[in-house]
T-cell receptor, first 114, second 112 residues
Framework: EPEVTQTPSHQVTQMGQEVILRCVPI?????FYWYRQILGQKVEFLVS????????KSEIFDDQFSVERPDGSNFTLKIRSTKLEDSAMYFC????????????FGPGTRLTVT | SQQGEEDPQALSIQEGENATMNCSYK?????LQWYRQNSGRGLVHLIL?????REKHSGRLRVTLDTSKKSSSLLITASRAADTASYFCATVVQGGSEKLVFGKGTKLTVNP
């Protein structure tokens, strides 16, 4: 199973502040996904990122969100001006497995906006 | 429309019993994947079943897929207390970007 790390594990921020969440796969990957899970709710797709471009984004992924691959390995999700409703677990995911169709998730970043 | 609805929402069984969780979906899919999530933790990939497959096994897990009924089931045999977790199905829709569409999950409690 491909290993994916995410930092920080927990981020507390004030409303209106910018946050950057990081995802680091152990091996080289071209395809990345970000998902979020509000406490007690289901996991929701945010954005997919292929070969340094957004390939699909959801309605949740508005202008406050952006994704980057700043140095060829790290993969970041930025929220420019956080809102209370952005409080959630944020997961990145990559492809893996024998058929490379399984999506493997990182441990997540718990974002708390106060 | 909702994609990937699991039932039951919650299931409580005794150790050693089998647990069956079901998932229904609405659109045509490429594959369906099952995940486990311990409380407040990350998502652990359990098994993937392709749209042209009907059954798949992995250890104590057995997954079935019925594309005519747009449904899947996850069976955990000889359950253990450590199996206590939430279980989610997630579908990859045909013609899409391979994003996963998750259901709301089944919360399984295995009592020792």
């Amino acid at each position: 199973e491909p290993e994916v790390t995410q930092t920080p594990s927990h981020q507390v921020t004030q409303m209106g502040q910018e946050v950057i969440l990081r995802c680091v796969p152990i091996s080289n990957h071209l395809y990345f996904y970000w998902y979020r899970q509000i406490l007690g709710q289901k996991v929701e797709f945010l954005v997919s990122f292929y070969n340094n471009e957004i390939s699909e984004k959801s309605e949740i992924f508005d202008d406050q969100f952006s994704v980057e691959r700043p140095d060829g390995s790290n993969f970041t999700l930025k929220i420019r001006s956080t809102k209370l409703e952005d409080s959630a677990m944020y997961f990145c995911a990559i492809f893996g497995g024998l058929a490379r169709r399984e999506q493997y998730f990182g441990p997540g970043t718990r974002l708390t906006v106060t | 429309s909702q994609q990937g609805e699991e039932d039951p929402q919650a299931l409580s069984i005794q150790e050693g019993e089998n647990a069956t969780m079901n998932c229904s979906y609405k659109t045509s899919i490429n594959n369906l994947q099952w995940y486990r999530q311990n409380s407040g933790r990350g998502l652990v990939h359990l098994i993937l079943i392709r749209s042209n497959e009907r059954e798949k096994h992995s250890g104590r897990l057995r997954v079935t897929l019925d594309t005519s009924k747009k449904s899947s089931s996850l069976l955990i045999t000889a359950s253990r207390a450590a199996d206590t977790a939430s279980y989610f199905c997630a579908t990859v829709v045909q013609g899409g970007s391979e994003k996963l569409v998750f259901g709301k999950g089944t919360k399984l409690t295995v009592n020792p």
